[in-house]
Each structure stands twice: as structure tokens, then as C-alpha cells.
């Protein structure tokens, strides 16, 4: 009798196997995808179908075709290429945005970990007892070492009033490995940041910090340049420490208010193709100085590069995070869910891929935020008496 019910098993199996691939050539003929092509998705539907029939537990089918493609992005090797269910898509689109539901914490990627660099004040995440320095270990029982560095910000972010659970190692003494694991849960609130503000500094020195590249970032950097110009400004600092970057066109805006007259950044495709960004500035105006870290990544690089090969800025801090590719955003047809791909590499004007490799300061200072806004004082001092009138 059992033998009997295995060979029935093994009829419709093979069946449905002969089945799925017969749809599956129909289909690819039609279309005119190549045999290969074919066989691929005949395979793909013939394990599906094994699995939702004869899996020893019922399966959403949702959960293995969404299951199966994060797969098939997985397999490229790129952190930077990621499927979005619908969720996280609609989240990524609302990323740049300049206010969005969240905790208000800065992160940063290191060494395989997510650690807070920040707590901004007010913030759900400074009320939770968040400090700088607090690792992520993971959200919402997510191991944040599974996720990519995005994917830990995205789960994170979500509808104001809401709740996200952390569980956040703290270290006692990092060196003898000890620490203490805590789960926080803290509720969303509405996070309003201002991703570029300006100050004046001593002796005419002009401070402009970019914090990352949003929607609005060129508009508020346009304004607190002029604002620093009309209080007489000799020189300016622009710190780009702790910027993972953010909108390409946002990065060029900037970049052409400050960037000497020729290439800012050449995007290169696959297929060789080349998309190339320029400045129409006659001349840098001013004595300048960047400061970065190994945080800043993709655009604040396009622009630090764009900056120190055109001789237009002296660089100060250390190696940059080294993201020299671009990815393309879309959402997938007849879906709700989306798809970042990198899709090509990006060069500096000299030609210089930083990917995996990143920008190298003029000026390395490895000390301490304060020293490194010390050290970039000082060796705007020295570039703004280079050309005062004696």
C-alpha cells in the first residue's frame, strides 16, 4: 500500500514537473528567451510547486516567491543591491525626505557592526537612554549582522507613534570583551532634520556642515552659504564627516556652487557607456577645507573627490568608506515592491575609482573630532594668509 502511494506521489511529481516546464517554455517562447532561459524558470516553478505541495507545513506562497527573489539579489554579493517587499520600498522612497518617523540616532557601519555615532537631543532614542558608541545587535529580532546597513536604518524608520524594538550592546570594557545586552523598545516619533547648517568660526572662518544628501540638502546649502558670505566669510571649512551620501542630483547641485569649471563626477554603465556631471564655475571663490571620516561614503566622496582633484579644497581627516558605484531605484511591474541595483561605477575627474578603496585625505588627522576641526582651522588659517594682500 505504501509503495503504492509513493509511486502515485512520484507520477504527479513528475507530472507537474513536466507540466510547469512545458508553461514555462510556452511562455519563454513567446517572449523569445533563450533555452537556458527557459530551463531556469522550468526549474524555479518545479521547486515552488514541490515546496507549497509537499512541505510538512503549510507555506504562503507570497513567502517563497519574496523569499526567492531577495535570494536571487543575495547571490550578486553586493551589500548595495537589495529586493524591497512593499513595505520597505514605500520606507526607502520617504528616506531622504528631511522629516520622517524614526528615533534620531546617527548611525554607522564598522567592522561588520552598526554602531550609534549620535543621539540627537529630544529625540524618542535620547529619552530611551541611547548612547553614542551603543551597538545595534538587532531590530525587531532581525540580527542586525544579517541585514545590510540600509536595511538595519529602514526597519527602524517607520510610522510616527509606533513602536521598534532594539537590542543595543553596551560596552563595560571593549578591550577584556565585556558588555551588556539590553532590548529597548522606543516609539517613533516625527524626526525633523536640517541636513545643512552653517556657522561662522573665528577670524572670518565659514563652517558648513552636511550631514547627508536629501531632498532639500542643495536648497539649505545655497542658503547657508550666502548666508555666511554676507558676514564677510575668508574661508570655509565643509565637513562631510559622517555623511553615507544620498542623492546623486542633490550631490551635483552642490557641487556646482563650489566646484572650479569642468567634470564633477563620470558615471560609467556596463556596457561602457559614460554619463558625465560638470561645473560651470569660473573659479573656486574661496580657501577651502573638507573634513571626512571613515563614514563619509558615495556622495559626500563625489564631492571631496570632485574638490581635491580640481585642487579647489585641502582634504583633512581620514580614508573615506570607499562606496564608488550607483544604484538604480525602481519598483517592479504589476507590484508594489521595489529593486536597488547598482548599475554602474562612478570616477572622480581625474578618472580615480575609489570603490572598496576610498578618498585619502591631503591632511591625515586620526585624532578626535575636535582636533580634526582644530587641525582643518589651522590649515585654513595658513591657506587664507597665502592669499591675503601683504
Do not use: W
Not at 540627537?120 to 545595534?136: K, N
Not at 570594557?173 to 565585556?178: I, P, Q, R
Not at 561605477?345 to 573630532?369: H, L
Request: proline share 3%; hydrophobic share 40%.
Amino acid at each position: 500500500m505504501f509503495k503504492d502511494k509513493y509511486k502515485l506521489i512520484g507520477v504527479v511529481l513528475a507530472t507537474a514537473l513536466v507540466s510547469s516546464a512545458a508553461t514555462a517554455a510556452g511562455l519563454m517562447t513567446l517572449i523569445g528567451a533563450n533555452q537556458q532561459t527557459v530551463l531556469d524558470l522550468a526549474r524555479f516553478a518545479s521547486l515552488k510547486n514541490y515546496i507549497s505541495t509537499q512541505y510538512v507545513e503549510p507555506v504562503d506562497d507570497k513567502v517563497l516567491i519574496e523569499g526567492a527573489l531577495a535570494g536571487m539579489v543575495n547571490a550578486l554579493g553586493d551589500k548595495h543591491s537589495v529586493y524591497l517587499d512593499a513595505k520597505r520600498f514605500e520606507d526607502l522612497k520617504n528616506h531622504t525626505d528631511a522629516a520622517f518617523g524614526g528615533i534620531g540616532v546617527v548611525m554607522g557601519y564598522r567592522e561588520g557592526t552598526v554602531v550609534i555615532l549620535s543621539v540627537m537631543e529630544g529625540t524618542p532614542g535620547e529619552t530611551a537612554g541611547l548612547l553614542p558608541e551603543d551597538e545595534i545587535v538587532s531590530v525587531e529580532g532581525s540580527p542586525a549582522a544579517e541585514l545590510t546597513f540600509e536595511e538595519v536604518a529602514l526597519k527602524i524608520r517607520g510610522e510616527v507613534g509606533t513602536d521598534v524594538t532594539l537590542t543595543v550592546r553596551r560596552y563595560e570594557d571593549k578591550a577584556a570583551g565585556k558588555y551588556t545586552d539590553k532590548e529597548i523598545k522606543i516609539t517613533r516619533d516625527l524626526i525633523h532634520v536640517k541636513t545643512a547648517q552653517g556657522q561662522m568660526l573665528e577670524d572670518g572662518i565659514g563652517y558648513l556642515r552636511i550631514s547627508s544628501f536629501g531632498s532639500s540638502t542643495d536648497k539649505e546649502f545655497k542658503e547657508a552659504l550666502a548666508q555666511l558670505k554676507g558676514e564677510n566669510m575668508k574661508g570655509l571649512i565643509l565637513d562631510l564627516r559622517l555623511n553615507h551620501g544620498g542623492l546623486l542630483t542633490t550631490c551635483v547641485e552642490i557641487s556646482k556652487e563650489i566646484v572650479p569649471k569642468g567634470p564633477i563626477v563620470s558615471i560609467v554603465y556596463r556596457d561602457g557607456s559614460k554619463e558625465e556631471f560638470t561645473s560651470q564655475l569660473e573659479k573656486a571663490e574661496l580657501p577651502m577645507v573638507v573634513l571626512i571620516d571613515g563614514d563619509s561614503a558615495s556622495a559626500s566622496e563625489i564631492l571631496a573627490g570632485a574638490l581635491q582633484d580640481t585642487g579647489a579644497a585641502t582634504i583633512v581627516g581620514v580614508t573615506s568608506y570607499g562606496k564608488g558605484s550607483v544604484q538604480s531605484i525602481r519598483q517592479l511591474p504589476g507590484t508594489k515592491d521595489g529593486l536597488k541595483l547598482t548599475v554602474a561605477k562612478y570616477f572622480t575627474p581625474k578618472g580615480r575609482s575609489i570603490n572598496g578603496v576610498g578618498i585619502t585625505p591631503d591632511i591625515v588627522e586620526d585624532r578626535g573630532k575636535n582636533e580634526q576641526l582644530d587641525k582643518a582651522i589651522e590649515v585654513l588659517k595658513s591657506k587664507i594668509s597665502a592669499v591675503s594682500p601683504k
